[in-house]
């Protein structure tokens, strides 16, 4: 199968190694590597070797595969929420023959597997919010072994923002720079500091993400739901997830027994699915760790047993391990990802379909119209009926019998 997120090639060259890195064009830096990354990485050049190395957020892997290269009986961790991301690192370390990296998904370091790390760096993401950015860079205290440092870069706008986290006694600064547009901070936490720390608690835990709890309305239906800082439809609902649930209520009281929901945000879908139709499973398939562990919780205040829900952080529905067809497959697209992984979701829609099973998808007028000819040349699918509602448009599918 193509890899219909693949953008192009970069060569990169650091110290004496040339890596090659495919990029996505829905990752961060798909052009060429980042410069605060290569400055972060310059910054390291003359530190000695490094044993243990965590990268939080590791994008398609720059930082992480270059240590790698440089200081190959190294353990490297790369982690990312973005499930996109992950298998982008996994891909380059297979195309730069690096063996031994273990990169996995994490929310920031809710599921970081190891301890005691010489090194943790990142390139810090600057919408993460002054609240999280401060988290990143205090919680490192749990995952490094006594001595270890953290190199960080940040846009230089949020300079001040990372100065006033790492101001604490218990924090020393042993390198700071600022020049062209980003700044470097490599830090130590004191055995003082390390040894007044509570207990590691996630970042979910302490409702680090959580902005409100608003009460939603969606035809006959009412119910709470806790949003999310950095997830869409926070305080009211899109176009396209009102046009995907008025014609759900349609829908009220057919036999759901397996439901797939890609793509489910902060989750406000999966709950009135399972309102409408108390479905046996709900599968969420989302790239993001955030939107997965949101809409899993929603569903869970909004009383689906969390034994009825799984979860799957991963870009597609090529499930691994799941045997299972769906009655309803339901989904907004990521008009980001372009047509032909729009394609690919269909391909594995349908085959993931009951006899009877239908597929539900959400985007803009323009996408719609070039899947479903795409659809219908390919004979994947039958078209039942299609609405469209302020520039958004809804595709209901069925498998062809």
């Not at 829905?26 to 990268?55: C, E, N, W, Y």
């Not at 032909?340 to 239908?358: F, H, I, N, Y």
Request: aromatic share 8%; hydrophobic share 45%.
């Amino acid at each position: 199968m193509p890899d219909v997120y693949f953008k192009k090639t970069i060569d990169f060259y650091h110290s004496g190694h040339t890596l090659h890195f495919h990029v996505a064009q829905d990752l961060f830096s798909s052009h060429q590597i980042d410069m605060g990354t290569a400055r972060l990485l310059r910054s390291l050049v003359d530190a000695p070797p490094f044993a243990k190395i965590l990268d939080l957020g590791c994008g398609y892997g720059p930082l992480a595969l270059t240590l790698k290269a440089l200081y190959p009986e190294s353990v490297v961790h790369a982690m990312d929420r973005d499930a996109l991301a992950v298998d982008y690192t996994r891909q380059n370390a297979a195309l730069n023959g690096l063996v031994g990296v273990e990169v996995y998904g994490s929310l920031g370091y809710d599921d970081v597997r190891e301890r005691d790390f010489d090194l943790i760096l990142s390139n810090i993401p600057g919408k993460a919010g002054e609240a999280v950015i401060a988290s990143l860079l205090r919680d490192a205290v749990h995952f490094l072994k006594p001595g270890g440092l953290v190199a960080i870069v940040v846009v230089a706008a949020l300079e001040g923002v990372v100065a006033q986290a790492l101001d604490d006694p218990g924090i020393e600064i042993a390198f700071q720079e600022t020049r062209s547009g980003h700044a470097i901070f490599h830090y130590r936490f004191t055995d003082a500091y390390r040894a007044a720390q509570p207990p590691f608690a996630s970042g979910l835990a302490r409702g680090l993400y959580h902005r409100d709890v608003v009460s939603i309305t969606a035809g006959a239906l009412t119910f709470p739901m806790q949003t999310a800082r950095g997830l869409p439809e926070f305080d009211s609902l899109s176009y396209g997830s009102l046009l995907l649930l008025d014609n759900l209520a349609l829908w009220q009281g057919t036999n759901v027994g397996r439901v797939i929901v890609h793509n489910p945000g902060q989750g406000h879908i999966p709950v009135v699915l399972w309102k409408l139709f108390s479905p046996d499973v709900i599968v969420l398939a989302d790239r993001d760790l955030l939107s997965l562990r949101y809409a899993r919780d929603n569903l869970i205040q909004n009383g689906c047993p969390a034994s009825q829900i799984v979860t799957a952080h991963r870009v597609d529905l090529a499930f691994e391990g799941e045997a299972h067809a769906a009655d309803l497959i339901v989904g907004i697209l990521r008009e980001e990802e372009g047509q032909s992984a729009a394609e690919q979701l269909a391909r594995q829609a349908a085959a993931r379909l009951t006899p009877d099973g239908a597929l539900w998808l959400v985007a803009g007028s323009t996408p719609i119209t070039r899947l479903e000819k795409a659809i219908e040349a390919a004979k994947l699918l039958r078209v039942t009926k299609r609405k469209r509602d302020n520039r958004m448009s809804l595709l209901l599918m069925q498998r062809k019998t």
